[in-house]
């Protein structure tokens, strides 16, 4: 620890992410234990998940760390479950706080975590065993409830309405995705396309480990199966449920959860000729195609190339010390902040036919409009592009970032 203070922040950001990974082998490995009877399941699925979790590749951002919360609550309640560790008052204070980090920190894996809680506190209950869990399905519930009342209270009051349309919408998901990947650029697409098939793959191996543990195992008797199975099942619903396309990358969250089940499904049948075929040729094939994935694209993983082309654009071209309006800051945040160039952009204002804005730039893009409804709900997207247009000249448009310009 005394090599820490010595480090440059760059340095820090760049262990950063093999910190982070490291901590998650060890929790899921933890979490293969609890569900396993042998001693080499844990090891192949940890293996298998090291090279399968694509998604999970430690980005600075607060999903990484919730991720590892996450991973580490769920191992510390099956092992209690499983491996029947004495659950005592301790156990619960941790898991308390690991709960109450979770939801400060990233609302979407604290709702994951309260999931998993709820489907263990069913299963406990309908095959009878200790403990139930009652107490901290009581005490997350209080938490996340206390905490989407007050600081985001608005959250759900604007997606409660739409959330059965959801259930029925999930073509949207799938054709966002589809969307972002369209005229885009060839590279931009091919390393789309590599992680569809890779992720394709990957989940479709750990189907057929389901169906075969299914096949295998008397499942109403088998709590190691059902208990997974569920989660799963859990997690690919919820999230997809709860957040909607999200920019098209939630198939990807749901995926990143499910993650460390789906590497046991593959790994509790590594006994069987096609299963050992099988872990061997993707344990062969798979690191290139981790690096593809998780790395190959990094800078267009969570902003698009039209954006990204938009945003040079307007550092390249832009007018000294005059502000850029948004309704987010997260891709101004970087250049220029320092001057005050960015501004929050008051969609109130733009909703009328009158624009605030007598001299600067204003960016539309899509990302931003969805991060915006996901937060306060619906807007007249016809009502605010006609107040742009009216208002202001465009000076550039790349696909779906527009870029507006008021003054001389």
């Not at 480090?7 to 293969?32: H, M, R």
């Not at 698009?304 to 309704?327: C, F, Q």
Request: proline share 4%; hydrophobic share 50%; with cysteine.
């Amino acid at each position: 620890m005394s090599i820490v203070p010595k480090l440059d922040g760059i340095q820090i950001l760049a262990l950063y992410p093999i910190i982070i990974k490291l901590l998650s082998l060890i929790f899921v490995y933890w979490i293969l234990s609890a569900l396993s009877t042998d001693y080499e399941t844990p090891w192949i699925g940890t293996l298998i998940y090291l090279l399968g979790d694509w998604i999970g590749q430690g980005l600075y951002v607060p999903a990484s760390l919730a991720g590892v919360f996450n991973s580490l609550s769920l191992a510390l309640i099956l092992l209690i479950l499983f491996k029947r560790k004495r659950y005592s008052y301790q156990w619960a204070i941790i898991l308390v706080i690991l709960f109450f980090s979770l939801v400060i920190s990233h609302l979407l894996t604290s709702i994951i975590m309260l999931v998993s809680l709820f489907v263990l506190f069913i299963l406990t209950k309908i095959y009878n065993l200790t403990p139930k869990l009652n107490t901290l399905v009581m005490i997350f519930s209080t938490i996340l409830l206390v905490w989407l009342i007050y600081p985001v209270g608005d959250f759900f009051s604007h997606n409660l309405s739409g959330f059965v349309a959801r259930m029925l919408d999930i073509w949207s998901i799938i054709s966002e995705t589809e969307r972002t990947t369209v005229g885009m650029g060839s590279e931009h697409t091919k390393v789309m396309y590599i992680k569809m098939l890779y992720t394709v793959s990957f989940s479709a191996l750990a189907a057929l480990g389901i169906l075969h543990s299914i096949c295998n195992h008397k499942l109403r008797k088998s709590f190691s199966t059902i208990v997974p199975l569920v989660i799963i099942t859990s997690y690919s619903v919820i999230v997809p449920l709860i957040v909607g396309p999200y920019s098209g990358e939630i198939i990807s969250r749901a995926f990143g959860y499910t993650t460390p089940l789906l590497a046991f499904f593959i790994a509790r049948n590594w006994n069987t000729k096609f299963f050992a075929i099988s872990i061997i040729l993707f344990l062969i094939i798979a690191p290139p195609l981790f690096v593809i994935s998780a790395y190959g694209n990094e800078k267009l993983d969570y902003v698009s190339p039209s954006e990204i082309a938009g945003v040079n654009y307007y550092y390249e071209m832009s007018k000294p010390k005059e502000p850029i309006y948004s309704l987010s800051e997260r891709i101004w945040r970087f250049k220029y902040i320092e001057e005050t160039r960015w501004k929050q952009l008051n969609i109130k204002l733009l909703n009328g036919h009158e624009l605030f804005v007598q001299k600067g730039y204003v960016a539309y893009y899509d990302r931003d409009i969805e991060g915006y409804i996901f937060l306060k709900g619906k807007i007249d997207y016809e009502k605010i592009k006609n107040t742009l247009n009216n208002n202001l000249n465009k000076i550039y448009s790349s696909g779906s970032f527009d870029l507006f310009y008021g003054g001389e």
